[in-house]
Protein backbone atom coordinates (compact mmCIF):
# COMPACT_ATOMS: atom_id res chain seq x y z
CA UNK A 1 0.00 0.00 0.00
CA UNK A 2 1.32 3.46 -0.68
CA UNK A 3 1.60 5.82 2.15
CA UNK A 4 3.60 9.25 3.03
CA UNK A 5 6.22 9.42 5.68
CA UNK A 6 5.97 13.57 6.02
CA UNK A 7 2.29 14.25 5.45
CA UNK A 8 2.19 17.77 3.94
CA UNK A 9 -0.34 19.58 2.68
CA UNK A 10 0.69 20.99 -0.13
CA UNK A 11 -2.40 23.67 -1.20
CA UNK A 12 -1.88 26.51 0.51
CA UNK A 13 2.16 26.20 1.25
CA UNK A 14 3.55 28.83 3.28
CA UNK A 15 6.84 28.60 1.87
CA UNK A 16 5.55 29.44 -2.04
CA UNK A 17 3.48 32.88 -0.70
CA UNK A 18 4.56 35.62 -3.02
CA UNK A 19 6.09 33.57 -5.23
CA UNK A 20 7.39 34.50 -8.54
CA UNK A 21 6.02 32.37 -11.90
CA UNK A 22 8.79 32.06 -15.01
CA UNK A 23 8.09 30.61 -18.67
CA UNK A 24 9.17 30.90 -22.17
CA UNK A 25 7.18 32.93 -24.62
CA UNK A 26 5.25 31.02 -27.50
CA UNK A 27 7.16 30.73 -30.24
CA UNK A 28 7.95 33.62 -33.01
CA UNK A 29 5.26 36.11 -30.88
CA UNK A 30 7.73 37.49 -28.56
CA UNK A 31 6.19 41.13 -28.53
CA UNK A 32 9.57 42.22 -26.02
CA UNK A 33 6.84 42.57 -23.05
CA UNK A 34 7.84 41.29 -19.97
CA UNK A 35 5.57 40.18 -17.31
CA UNK A 36 5.93 39.75 -13.48
CA UNK A 37 3.52 38.20 -12.04
CA UNK A 38 3.54 36.85 -7.98
CA UNK A 39 1.08 34.96 -6.26
CA UNK A 40 -0.90 34.60 -3.04
CA UNK A 41 -3.37 32.73 -1.17
CA UNK A 42 -3.68 28.47 -2.21
CA UNK A 43 -2.88 26.43 -4.95
CA UNK A 44 -6.25 27.44 -6.83
CA UNK A 45 -4.40 30.89 -7.12
CA UNK A 46 -0.95 29.61 -7.93
CA UNK A 47 -3.10 27.53 -10.52
CA UNK A 48 -4.53 30.42 -12.11
CA UNK A 49 -1.06 32.24 -12.40
CA UNK A 50 -0.11 29.61 -14.37
CA UNK A 51 -3.82 30.14 -16.98
CA UNK A 52 -2.90 33.84 -16.64
CA UNK A 53 0.74 33.60 -17.77
CA UNK A 54 -0.31 31.09 -20.02
CA UNK A 55 -2.81 33.43 -21.87
CA UNK A 56 -0.56 36.30 -22.42
CA UNK A 57 2.83 34.04 -23.69
CA UNK A 58 -0.32 33.39 -26.43
CA UNK A 59 0.01 37.28 -26.79
CA UNK A 60 4.52 36.99 -26.80
CA UNK A 61 4.75 38.03 -23.43
CA UNK A 62 7.98 36.83 -21.93
CA UNK A 63 8.05 36.58 -18.05
CA UNK A 64 10.81 37.87 -15.91
CA UNK A 65 11.70 36.71 -12.02
CA UNK A 66 12.55 40.69 -11.42
CA UNK A 67 10.13 43.14 -11.28
CA UNK A 68 12.38 45.87 -11.76
CA UNK A 69 12.59 44.87 -15.04
CA UNK A 70 8.93 43.97 -16.21
CA UNK A 71 6.50 46.29 -18.28
CA UNK A 72 3.30 44.92 -16.67
CA UNK A 73 3.35 43.72 -12.55
CA UNK A 74 0.26 41.59 -11.86
CA UNK A 75 0.01 40.56 -8.25
CA UNK A 76 -2.57 37.50 -8.04
CA UNK A 77 -4.37 37.86 -4.37
CA UNK A 78 -5.71 36.43 -1.75
CA UNK A 79 -9.05 37.37 0.72
CA UNK A 80 -9.39 34.73 3.04
CA UNK A 81 -7.90 36.49 6.11
CA UNK A 82 -6.96 39.82 7.07
CA UNK A 83 -3.31 39.36 7.35
CA UNK A 84 -3.26 38.03 3.72
CA UNK A 85 -4.73 41.17 2.62
CA UNK A 86 -2.18 43.25 4.32
CA UNK A 87 0.60 41.21 3.09
CA UNK A 88 -1.15 42.42 -0.24
CA UNK A 89 -1.04 45.74 0.24
CA UNK A 90 2.37 45.99 1.74
CA UNK A 91 3.97 44.59 -2.04
CA UNK A 92 2.08 46.46 -3.86
CA UNK A 93 3.47 49.41 -2.36
CA UNK A 94 6.60 48.31 -3.45
CA UNK A 95 5.27 48.19 -6.55
CA UNK A 96 3.98 51.59 -7.68
CA UNK A 97 7.32 52.84 -5.92
CA UNK A 98 9.00 51.20 -9.21
CA UNK A 99 5.69 53.10 -10.81
CA UNK A 100 7.29 56.30 -10.17
CA UNK A 101 10.35 55.74 -11.78
CA UNK A 102 8.80 54.15 -14.65
CA UNK A 103 5.50 55.73 -15.77
CA UNK A 104 4.22 53.21 -18.36
CA UNK A 105 5.14 50.30 -16.16
CA UNK A 106 1.22 48.58 -15.80
CA UNK A 107 0.55 47.59 -12.58
CA UNK A 108 -2.99 45.06 -11.98
CA UNK A 109 -4.17 43.18 -9.24
CA UNK A 110 -5.53 39.81 -9.73
CA UNK A 111 -7.80 37.53 -7.66
CA UNK A 112 -9.91 37.38 -5.12
CA UNK A 113 -9.18 40.40 -3.48
CA UNK A 114 -9.41 42.11 -7.20
CA UNK A 115 -12.69 40.29 -7.07
CA UNK A 116 -13.97 41.79 -3.07
CA UNK A 117 -12.76 45.36 -3.50
CA UNK A 118 -13.53 45.89 -7.21
CA UNK A 119 -12.91 49.58 -8.82
CA UNK A 120 -12.54 50.76 -4.95
CA UNK A 121 -8.97 49.41 -5.78
CA UNK A 122 -8.56 52.53 -7.95
CA UNK A 123 -9.83 54.91 -5.49
CA UNK A 124 -7.74 53.25 -2.75
CA UNK A 125 -4.48 52.63 -4.61
CA UNK A 126 -4.18 55.61 -7.19
CA UNK A 127 -1.27 53.62 -8.97
CA UNK A 128 -2.86 50.57 -9.68
CA UNK A 129 -4.10 50.43 -13.14
CA UNK A 130 -5.76 46.77 -14.01
CA UNK A 131 -8.07 44.80 -11.62
CA UNK A 132 -9.44 41.32 -12.74
CA UNK A 133 -11.33 38.93 -10.98
CA UNK A 134 -10.45 35.20 -11.07
CA UNK A 135 -12.97 34.52 -14.02
CA UNK A 136 -12.34 37.24 -15.76
CA UNK A 137 -8.43 36.25 -17.32
CA UNK A 138 -9.70 35.92 -20.99
CA UNK A 139 -10.42 39.56 -21.00
CA UNK A 140 -6.42 40.74 -19.70
CA UNK A 141 -5.32 41.13 -23.49
CA UNK A 142 -7.86 43.67 -23.78
CA UNK A 143 -7.62 45.21 -20.06
CA UNK A 144 -3.92 45.67 -20.61
CA UNK A 145 -4.58 47.18 -24.22
CA UNK A 146 -7.23 49.36 -22.77
CA UNK A 147 -4.19 50.63 -20.14
CA UNK A 148 -1.97 51.16 -23.29
CA UNK A 149 -4.60 53.32 -24.11
CA UNK A 150 -4.49 55.36 -21.41
CA UNK A 151 -7.48 53.92 -19.48
CA UNK A 152 -8.09 52.42 -16.54
CA UNK A 153 -9.16 48.58 -16.81
CA UNK A 154 -11.71 46.50 -14.22
CA UNK A 155 -13.56 43.45 -15.15
CA UNK A 156 -14.30 41.65 -11.61
CA UNK A 157 -17.15 39.51 -13.83
CA UNK A 158 -17.86 36.31 -11.99
CA UNK A 159 -19.33 33.06 -14.40
CA UNK A 160 -21.40 30.32 -14.01
CA UNK A 161 -19.21 28.49 -16.62
CA UNK A 162 -15.78 29.44 -16.80
CA UNK A 163 -13.54 26.81 -16.08
CA UNK A 164 -10.61 27.30 -18.37
CA UNK A 165 -10.95 24.12 -19.63
CA UNK A 166 -9.59 24.30 -22.84
CA UNK A 167 -6.33 26.26 -21.95
CA UNK A 168 -3.65 24.12 -21.08
CA UNK A 169 -1.49 25.89 -18.18
CA UNK A 170 2.30 25.96 -18.19
CA UNK A 171 4.05 24.72 -15.42
CA UNK A 172 5.73 27.53 -13.75
CA UNK A 173 8.77 26.75 -11.06
CA UNK A 174 7.82 23.39 -11.67
CA UNK A 175 9.98 20.11 -10.10
CA UNK A 176 8.85 18.26 -13.37
CA UNK A 177 7.23 15.97 -10.85
CA UNK A 178 4.18 17.06 -9.35
CA UNK A 179 1.39 19.31 -10.61
CA UNK A 180 -1.61 21.12 -10.16
CA UNK A 181 -4.80 20.01 -11.99
CA UNK A 182 -7.91 22.43 -11.42
CA UNK A 183 -11.55 20.39 -11.61
CA UNK A 184 -13.48 23.01 -10.58
CA UNK A 185 -13.82 26.68 -9.34
CA UNK A 186 -16.67 28.25 -7.27
CA UNK A 187 -18.00 27.19 -4.11
CA UNK A 188 -21.47 26.89 -3.56
CA UNK A 189 -20.94 26.25 0.50
CA UNK A 190 -21.31 29.47 2.35
CA UNK A 191 -19.55 28.96 5.38
CA UNK A 192 -20.99 32.12 7.46
CA UNK A 193 -17.27 32.84 7.83
CA UNK A 194 -15.39 32.80 4.54
CA UNK A 195 -14.87 34.90 1.67
CA UNK A 196 -14.60 32.62 -0.78
CA UNK A 197 -18.34 32.38 -2.63
CA UNK A 198 -18.22 35.87 -2.92
CA UNK A 199 -14.80 36.39 -4.53
CA UNK A 200 -14.86 32.88 -6.62
CA UNK A 201 -18.14 32.64 -7.27
CA UNK A 202 -20.73 29.93 -8.24
CA UNK A 203 -19.54 26.50 -8.43
CA UNK A 204 -19.07 24.44 -11.95
CA UNK A 205 -16.98 21.41 -12.70
CA UNK A 206 -14.73 21.70 -15.73
CA UNK A 207 -15.41 19.02 -17.97
CA UNK A 208 -13.75 15.52 -17.42
CA UNK A 209 -12.18 14.52 -20.87
CA UNK A 210 -10.39 17.53 -20.67
CA UNK A 211 -8.80 16.90 -17.19
CA UNK A 212 -7.94 13.82 -18.31
CA UNK A 213 -6.55 14.58 -21.09
CA UNK A 214 -4.29 17.29 -19.11
CA UNK A 215 -3.88 14.66 -16.57
CA UNK A 216 -2.49 12.44 -19.55
CA UNK A 217 0.22 15.06 -20.92
CA UNK A 218 1.98 15.67 -17.99
CA UNK A 219 2.35 12.25 -17.06
CA UNK A 220 3.59 11.61 -20.60
CA UNK A 221 5.83 14.72 -19.78
CA UNK A 222 7.92 12.94 -16.43
CA UNK A 223 6.03 13.96 -14.35
CA UNK A 224 4.27 11.50 -11.41
CA UNK A 225 2.15 12.91 -9.17
CA UNK A 226 -1.35 15.21 -9.94
CA UNK A 227 -3.44 17.32 -7.41
CA UNK A 228 -7.12 17.24 -8.15
CA UNK A 229 -7.77 20.76 -7.02
CA UNK A 230 -11.70 21.88 -5.91
CA UNK A 231 -12.75 24.15 -3.37
CA UNK A 232 -15.07 21.27 -2.68
CA UNK A 233 -13.48 18.39 -4.45
CA UNK A 234 -16.73 16.11 -3.45
CA UNK A 235 -19.35 18.09 -4.54
CA UNK A 236 -17.49 17.79 -8.77
CA UNK A 237 -20.19 16.58 -11.00
CA UNK A 238 -20.70 16.08 -14.59
CA UNK A 239 -23.82 15.92 -16.06
CA UNK A 240 -23.94 16.56 -19.65
CA UNK A 241 -28.21 16.32 -19.61
CA UNK A 242 -27.74 19.92 -17.93
CA UNK A 243 -27.67 22.15 -20.29
CA UNK A 244 -23.86 23.86 -21.24
CA UNK A 245 -22.40 20.24 -19.91
CA UNK A 246 -21.95 19.08 -23.21
CA UNK A 247 -19.07 16.47 -23.12
CA UNK A 248 -18.42 12.33 -24.68
CA UNK A 249 -18.74 11.14 -21.48
CA UNK A 250 -22.00 11.00 -19.75
CA UNK A 251 -22.81 11.28 -15.80
CA UNK A 252 -19.28 11.51 -13.73
CA UNK A 253 -19.10 12.30 -10.10
CA UNK A 254 -15.89 12.62 -7.81
CA UNK A 255 -15.45 9.17 -6.97
CA UNK A 256 -15.83 7.94 -10.87
CA UNK A 257 -13.57 10.90 -11.61
CA UNK A 258 -10.98 9.63 -9.37
CA UNK A 259 -10.80 6.26 -10.72
CA UNK A 260 -10.16 7.51 -14.90
CA UNK A 261 -7.58 10.03 -13.60
CA UNK A 262 -5.80 6.72 -11.51
CA UNK A 263 -6.52 4.62 -15.00
CA UNK A 264 -4.13 7.10 -16.49
CA UNK A 265 -1.05 4.86 -15.82
CA UNK A 266 -0.23 3.09 -12.04
CA UNK A 267 2.79 5.52 -11.80
CA UNK A 268 0.62 8.31 -11.68
CA UNK A 269 0.07 9.42 -8.17
CA UNK A 270 -3.29 11.20 -7.84
CA UNK A 271 -4.27 13.49 -5.10
CA UNK A 272 -7.52 16.16 -4.50
CA UNK A 273 -7.41 18.51 -2.16
CA UNK A 274 -10.43 19.95 -0.67
CA UNK A 275 -12.50 17.51 0.79
CA UNK A 276 -15.45 18.91 3.04
CA UNK A 277 -17.42 16.72 5.47
CA UNK A 278 -20.49 16.91 4.45
CA UNK A 279 -19.94 15.78 0.99
CA UNK A 280 -17.19 13.16 1.11
CA UNK A 281 -19.04 9.29 0.17
CA UNK A 282 -18.16 5.90 1.18
CA UNK A 283 -18.22 5.48 -2.39
CA UNK A 284 -14.98 7.99 -2.75
CA UNK A 285 -13.11 6.45 0.53
CA UNK A 286 -13.39 2.66 -1.44
CA UNK A 287 -11.85 4.31 -4.45
CA UNK A 288 -8.95 5.55 -2.81
CA UNK A 289 -8.56 2.02 -0.98
CA UNK A 290 -9.30 0.26 -4.51
CA UNK A 291 -6.34 2.08 -6.37
CA UNK A 292 -2.94 2.08 -5.19
CA UNK A 293 -1.95 4.89 -6.96
CA UNK A 294 -4.66 7.25 -5.05
CA UNK A 295 -2.61 8.62 -2.14
CA UNK A 296 -3.94 7.39 1.38
CA UNK A 297 -4.29 11.15 2.60
CA UNK A 298 -7.45 12.96 2.99
CA UNK A 299 -7.59 17.09 4.06
CA UNK A 300 -10.70 17.21 5.99
CA UNK A 301 -11.31 20.53 7.58
CA UNK A 302 -13.07 20.44 10.85
CA UNK A 303 -13.27 23.89 11.56
CA UNK A 304 -14.69 23.62 15.49
CA UNK A 305 -15.48 20.48 17.32
CA UNK A 306 -18.17 21.68 18.75
CA UNK A 307 -21.87 21.15 17.15
CA UNK A 308 -23.08 24.79 17.71
CA UNK A 309 -20.35 26.60 16.43
CA UNK A 310 -20.52 24.43 13.84
CA UNK A 311 -24.02 25.41 13.03
CA UNK A 312 -23.05 29.25 13.60
CA UNK A 313 -20.38 28.44 10.70
CA UNK A 314 -23.11 27.04 8.56
CA UNK A 315 -20.74 24.29 8.05
CA UNK A 316 -24.21 22.10 7.87
CA UNK A 317 -22.39 19.04 9.44
CA UNK A 318 -22.27 18.17 13.69
CA UNK A 319 -19.29 16.58 15.78
CA UNK A 320 -21.40 13.04 15.80
CA UNK A 321 -21.34 13.50 11.57
CA UNK A 322 -17.64 14.34 11.51
CA UNK A 323 -16.46 11.32 13.72
CA UNK A 324 -18.67 9.22 11.43
CA UNK A 325 -16.71 10.30 8.88
CA UNK A 326 -13.48 9.91 10.29
CA UNK A 327 -14.47 6.32 11.59
CA UNK A 328 -15.74 5.51 8.11
CA UNK A 329 -12.00 6.83 6.62
CA UNK A 330 -10.49 4.43 9.47
CA UNK A 331 -12.80 1.41 8.51
CA UNK A 332 -12.30 1.67 4.73
CA UNK A 333 -8.71 2.85 4.40
CA UNK A 334 -6.48 1.85 7.67
CA UNK A 335 -3.58 3.62 8.13
CA UNK A 336 -4.96 6.75 5.72
CA UNK A 337 -3.41 10.27 6.97
CA UNK A 338 -5.72 12.77 7.90
CA UNK A 339 -5.14 16.70 8.22
CA UNK A 340 -7.51 19.28 9.02
CA UNK A 341 -8.12 23.25 9.04
CA UNK A 342 -9.00 24.71 12.63
CA UNK A 343 -10.48 27.67 13.50
CA UNK A 344 -10.36 29.29 16.89
CA UNK A 345 -12.60 32.09 18.65
CA UNK A 346 -15.46 32.30 16.15
CA UNK A 347 -18.01 34.10 17.38
CA UNK A 348 -19.55 34.26 20.86
CA UNK A 349 -17.62 30.10 21.06
CA UNK A 350 -16.91 29.92 24.89
CA UNK A 351 -14.13 27.77 27.00
CA UNK A 352 -15.96 24.40 26.53
CA UNK A 353 -17.05 25.04 22.73
CA UNK A 354 -12.85 25.50 22.78
CA UNK A 355 -12.75 22.36 24.79
CA UNK A 356 -14.61 20.16 22.24
CA UNK A 357 -12.11 21.17 19.35
CA UNK A 358 -9.13 19.79 21.53
CA UNK A 359 -11.15 16.40 21.84
CA UNK A 360 -11.73 16.30 18.63
CA UNK A 361 -8.41 16.55 17.83
CA UNK A 362 -7.95 13.94 20.10
CA UNK A 363 -10.05 11.44 19.05
CA UNK A 364 -8.47 11.96 15.05
CA UNK A 365 -5.18 12.31 15.74
CA UNK A 366 -4.80 14.09 12.77
CA UNK A 367 -1.53 14.15 11.06
CA UNK A 368 -1.45 17.91 9.89
CA UNK A 369 -3.55 20.96 10.45
CA UNK A 370 -2.98 24.41 9.51
CA UNK A 371 -4.58 26.52 12.84
CA UNK A 372 -6.10 30.00 12.39
CA UNK A 373 -7.27 32.73 14.50
CA UNK A 374 -11.02 33.87 13.33
CA UNK A 375 -10.88 36.86 10.96
CA UNK A 376 -13.32 38.87 10.48
CA UNK A 377 -14.14 39.21 6.46
CA UNK A 378 -16.35 41.99 5.30
CA UNK A 379 -19.65 41.22 3.54
CA UNK A 380 -19.64 37.15 5.26
CA UNK A 381 -22.88 36.07 6.92
CA UNK A 382 -20.67 35.62 10.45
CA UNK A 383 -19.55 39.65 9.89
CA UNK A 384 -23.65 40.85 9.03
CA UNK A 385 -24.80 38.27 11.75
CA UNK A 386 -22.24 37.44 14.59
CA UNK A 387 -20.29 39.85 16.94
CA UNK A 388 -16.87 39.54 16.49
CA UNK A 389 -16.43 39.59 20.45
CA UNK A 390 -13.70 36.87 21.28
CA UNK A 391 -10.66 39.32 22.11
CA UNK A 392 -7.47 38.67 19.96
CA UNK A 393 -5.50 37.61 23.64
CA UNK A 394 -8.29 34.54 24.30
CA UNK A 395 -8.17 33.97 20.40
CA UNK A 396 -4.36 33.64 20.13
CA UNK A 397 -3.97 31.55 23.74
CA UNK A 398 -6.93 29.22 22.90
CA UNK A 399 -4.75 29.09 18.89
CA UNK A 400 -1.43 27.89 20.99
CA UNK A 401 -3.43 25.55 22.77
CA UNK A 402 -4.64 23.55 19.15
CA UNK A 403 -0.98 23.88 17.62
CA UNK A 404 0.64 22.55 20.93
CA UNK A 405 -1.63 19.57 20.49
CA UNK A 406 -1.21 18.92 16.85
CA UNK A 407 2.01 18.81 17.25
CA UNK A 408 2.32 16.28 20.03
CA UNK A 409 -0.08 14.74 17.52
CA UNK A 410 2.60 14.90 14.28
CA UNK A 411 4.65 13.43 16.19
CA UNK A 412 3.18 10.47 17.71
CA UNK A 413 1.60 9.83 13.76
CA UNK A 414 5.33 9.89 12.96
CA UNK A 415 6.19 7.76 15.02
CA UNK A 416 3.61 5.17 13.76
CA UNK A 417 5.74 4.92 10.68
CA UNK A 418 8.71 4.27 12.14
CA UNK A 419 10.12 0.75 11.19
CA UNK A 420 8.03 0.51 8.14
CA UNK A 421 8.80 0.21 4.53
CA UNK A 422 7.17 2.63 2.17
CA UNK A 423 7.13 3.55 -1.05
CA UNK A 424 8.64 6.62 -2.08
CA UNK A 425 8.54 9.35 -4.82
CA UNK A 426 11.36 11.33 -5.07
CA UNK A 427 10.78 14.97 -5.90
CA UNK A 428 13.87 16.82 -6.35
CA UNK A 429 17.36 16.41 -4.55
N1 LIG B 1 -10.83 33.46 9.58
C1 LIG B 1 -9.95 32.48 9.89
N2 LIG B 1 -9.74 31.41 9.12
C2 LIG B 1 -10.47 31.29 8.00
N3 LIG B 1 -10.50 30.34 7.05
C3 LIG B 1 -11.39 30.71 6.11
N4 LIG B 1 -11.95 31.88 6.42
C4 LIG B 1 -11.40 32.26 7.60
C5 LIG B 1 -11.58 33.38 8.45
N5 LIG B 1 -12.46 34.34 8.16
C6 LIG B 1 -9.71 29.11 7.12
C7 LIG B 1 -10.61 27.90 7.21
C8 LIG B 1 -10.48 27.31 5.83
C9 LIG B 1 -9.08 27.67 5.45
C10 LIG B 1 -8.78 27.63 3.99
O1 LIG B 1 -8.94 28.99 5.95
O2 LIG B 1 -10.08 27.03 8.18
O3 LIG B 1 -10.70 25.92 5.79
FE1 LIG C 1 -7.68 30.87 -2.40
FE2 LIG C 1 -9.61 31.55 -0.71
FE3 LIG C 1 -7.38 32.97 -0.76
FE4 LIG C 1 -9.13 33.08 -2.78
S1 LIG C 1 -9.50 33.75 -0.69
S2 LIG C 1 -6.91 32.86 -2.95
S3 LIG C 1 -9.89 31.00 -2.83
S4 LIG C 1 -7.54 30.83 -0.15
Not at 267 to 275: H, K, P
Amino acid sequence: MMMDLVIQDKTHDESRQGEALILEPANGKNSGRKLYIESYGCAMNFSDSEIVASILSDQGFETTADYNMADVIFINTCSIRENAEQRVRNRLREFTIAKVRKPDLIVGVLGCMAERLKSKFLEEEKLVDVVVGPDAYRDLPSLIGRVDDGQKAVNVLLSREETYADISPVRLNSNGINAFVSIMRGCDNMCSFCVVPFTRGRERSREPLSIIKECTDLFNRGYREVTLLGQNVDSYKWNPEIEGQESEVGKVNFANLLEMVAAIHPDLRVRFSTSHPKDITDEVLYMIAKHENICNYIHLPVQSGNSRVLEMMNRTYDREWYINRIDAIRRIIPGCAISTDIITGFCSETDEEHQDTLSMMDYVQYDFAYMFMYSERPGTLAAKRYADDISDAVKSSRLKEVVAKQQQHSYIRLQAQLGKVQKVLIEGF
